[in-house]
């Protein structure tokens, strides 16, 4: 299983074999949602599409097959660590909303190679139309494929929800008959990210990263009742590993 070995190579070969069909199918039709690039949502494409609804199964799974198929390092101390990051996003479909994000929670190391972490949100959306707040939480895992001495490098993938002061977005992209449809309060959100983590101390580390969100409520509504919001950014943050 690609997460059979903690020092992460395995864990590798997956994120880049997912890459890899990325590039091999962004010429497909039908692969990747209508307005999208390959390069705008690069794992968003069938059947992976971690920016939907479906990623929250593949990561579930993934979870799953993390503390199943590995063995439990009795040598390796879990570690509960505070988390807190700040970001922004840049919507790359109309209206093009930027939005800027800042999260906090916990994280707890379960192997050496992966943690499960809860964050809570504070999002802003502003374009030309729209103009709000939003709050909401977030489950998440980040696996580590490679650590050497000081650094870290992570992929992590996270879904939860968010509830909006007023209703988001306010209009579609303007792709045939979507302008007319109008967003809900309550939203659906998701995110991928890839990025580092530098030890500063022995307890505090900073991360760095470039990160896919999306939101959108799932169609709770109906469809003409779900524009959804895509953008890409990038955000840093702190990490506090509180000792044993």
């Known amino acids: ?10 864990s590798v070969f997956f994120i880049c074999a ?11 039709p039908g692969m990747y949602p209508p307005l999208t690039k390959w390069y705008q949502d690069p794992m968003g494409l069938k059947p992976i599409q971690l920016s939907s609804a479906a990623g929250f ?13 590995t063995k439990n390092d009795s040598s390796f101390q879990k570690r509960v660590s505070f988390y807190q990051e700040a970001g922004a996003a840049f919507g790359y479909k109309s209206p093009f909303s930027n939005s800027f994000q800042n999260d906090a929670g916990i994280m707890y190391a379960i192997r050496k190679w992966m943690a499960l972490g809860l964050t809570i949100n504070i999002l802003y959306f502003n374009d030309d139309i729209n103009n709000t707040w939003a709050f909401g939480f977030r489950p ?3 696996w580590y494929p490679y650590q050497r001495n000081k650094i870290k490098l992570f992929f992590e993938y996270g879904a939860g929800c968010a509830y909006s002061i ?4 306010l209009t579609g992209t303007g792709w045939k008959a979507d302008t007319a449809r109008t967003g809900t309060r309550f939203n659906f959100s998701t995110k991928y990210s890839a990025g ?6 022995k307890s505090v580390l900073l991360q760095l990263g470039i990160r896919h969100f999306h939101l959108s409520n799932g ?10 919001y895509d953008g890409n950014g990038l955000f ?3 990490i506090y590993a509180v000792r044993n």
Not at 18 to 27: D, I, R, Y
Not at 57 to 69: D, E, N, R, V
Not at 166 to 169: A, L, N
């Open 140 to 142: 998440f895992i980040r």
């Open 18 to 28: 997912s890459f890899l069909l990325s590039f091999t199918c962004s010429g497909q």
């Open 196 to 201: 580092a983590e530098f030890q500063l101390r």
């Open 57 to 69: 199964a593949w990561g579930s799974i993934a979870i799953a097959a993390s503390l199943i198929f």
């Open 219 to 228: 169609n709770i509504k109906g469809i003409q009742r779900n524009p959804s």
């Open 1 to 10: 299983m690609i997460f059979r070995m903690y020092n992460g190579k395995r």
């Open 166 to 169: 007023s209703r988001f977005p």
């Open 236 to 238: 840093a943050g702190l």
